[in-house]
């Protein structure tokens, strides 16, 4: 799993039923010189810690969807197999399991995404696109909801769920609704607060490649619209507000754009987004401009954006509390340590001397590890 690069893109907007969208920027990119971007690792993050996690049959990892962090544990959804959200201590020893595949009350079919509200002490498991699955910290089932939700008289399937400090949001899609939205704002107890950007019913569904469009920070939603490539920043507890990023004004993707796999060539000078990831005071994105990888740094303060290429990183699944964080695969890990390695010099160095205590014992049987990584001012 090689990543070239990302960029990040923070959000701050929110839109009430009527959904006003404030559009305050139009952000264009260009591709970058090769020769006069390229970038090392320790230019972008410091990696301050490799946490490896514990081998045991409950808590194997082979196909790592999201992860969420507290101060005292790893929660990792993993979609490999029998899907799991799987709970490790802050050092990386197996905790539990939340919930299990089963039809029991406390048991689900599967999972289309987790959510933990550390205020509230749940973890959610969101399944069957409209049943919340609430537990306890420690993986005790308390209850289960329906989030019952109509656009005109078709329900609505959500596919991912975040928690934010006052709820959570939920994320649908494109489904040519005629009243749908994409956001769907719930209270605490899963009460509907509000809808919010509204569906362009005309338009085809289209499989989002980025697999987390959707996150929080504090409670502020930032969504990355990946059929009209906008970012939208909305306030959680702001219904009538929406800033809105839009990265072309051309025209929307066709479906025989998506047919002939043209994606973005005729929109902008980038042709596909891979990944985002949102901080406070910037964005970074993974875009590929024929068939190179580039990481763009959008800064929302002074809406400059900057480039690079050449620059290899681990795939970065979340950012939390001031950190960076990346589940790695044991296969790719042991890369690092190959004659000729494929991470650049201020990587390797890093990597290599932060994993002498456990080294020695690791193999592709092993478990996966997770990078804790600090963003470089």
Same mark, same amino acid.
């Not at 987790?114 to 306890?136: C, H, M, P, R």
């Not at 000078?269 to 970074?284: G, H, M, N, R, T």
């Not at 690079?308 to 950190?323: N, S």
């Not at 690092?336 to 990597?351: C, N, Q, T, V, W």
């Given at each position: ?20 969208? &404030? ?12 020769? @006069? ?20 049959? %409950?808590?194997?990892? &082979? ?50 995404? =987790? ?42 399937? =959500? ?30 107890? =899963? ?9 362009? +019913?005309? %338009? ?8 987390? +469009? ?67 005071? %910037? ?13 763009? %740094?959008? @800064? ?13 990183? +681990? ?21 690092? =340590? ?5 991470? +650049?010099?201020?990587?390797?160095? &890093? ?27």
């Amino acid at each position: 799993m090689r990543k070239i690069l990302f960029v990040f893109i923070t959000l701050l907007c929110s839109c009430s039923s009527a959904v006003t969208e &404030s559009v305050s920027q139009k952000v264009t990119f260009s591709p970058v010189d090769i020769e @006069d971007s390229v970038v090392e690792y320790n230019d972008l993050v410091d990696l301050c810690e490799i946490i490896p996690l514990e081998n045991v049959k %409950k808590g194997m990892l &082979s196909d790592v969807q999201k992860v969420y962090v507290t101060d005292s544990s790893f929660y990792i959804y993993d979609d490999g197999g029998i899907p799991a959200v799987i709970k490790f201590d802050s050092r990386g020893k197996y905790v539990c399991n939340i919930g299990a595949v089963g039809h029991g009350k406390n048991e689900y079919d599967y999972i289309d995404d =987790f959510a933990v509200s550390e205020q509230n002490g749940t973890v959610v498991i969101l399944t069957e696109g409209e049943i919340v699955k609430v537990y306890d910290m420690s993986g005790k089932y308390l209850y289960s909801k329906v989030l019952k939700v109509l656009a005109g008289s078709t329900n609505v399937y =959500f596919k991912k769920i975040i928690s934010v400090s006052d709820g959570y949001v939920c994320l649908t899609d494109y489904y040519g609704l005629e009243d749908g939205y994409l956001l769907y704002f719930f209270d605490k107890n =899963f009460e509907l607060i509000s809808r919010r950007l509204k569906q362009d +019913p005309d %338009k085809i569904s289209r499989v989002c490649f980025i697999p987390n +469009p959707m996150q929080a920070n504090g409670n502020n939603v930032y969504y990355f619209d990946f059929y009209k490539h906008t970012i939208n920043i909305l306030p959680f507890d702001k219904s009538d507000e929406c800033h809105t990023i839009q990265l072309y004004t051309d025209r929307m993707v066709e479906l025989d754009d998506i047919k002939e796999k043209r994606f973005l060539t005729h929109l902008l000078d980038y042709d596909f987004v891979d990944a985002i990831l949102c901080l406070e005071d %910037k964005a970074y994105l993974n875009i590929c401009i024929n068939t190179y990888g580039y990481a763009l %740094k959008v @800064d929302y303060n002074t809406d400059v954006v900057q480039a690079y290429m050449g620059a290899w990183l +681990p795939e970065l699944e979340t950012y939390q509390k001031g950190y960076l964080y990346s589940v790695v695969p044991p296969d790719e890990f042991l890369q690092y =340590f190959d004659e000729k390695p494929i991470a +650049p010099s201020g990587l390797l160095e &890093s990597i290599r001397s932060k994993s002498q205590h456990f080294i020695d014992d690791f193999s592709e049987m092993s478990n996966f590890v997770i990078f804790k990584m600090k963003p470089n001012k």
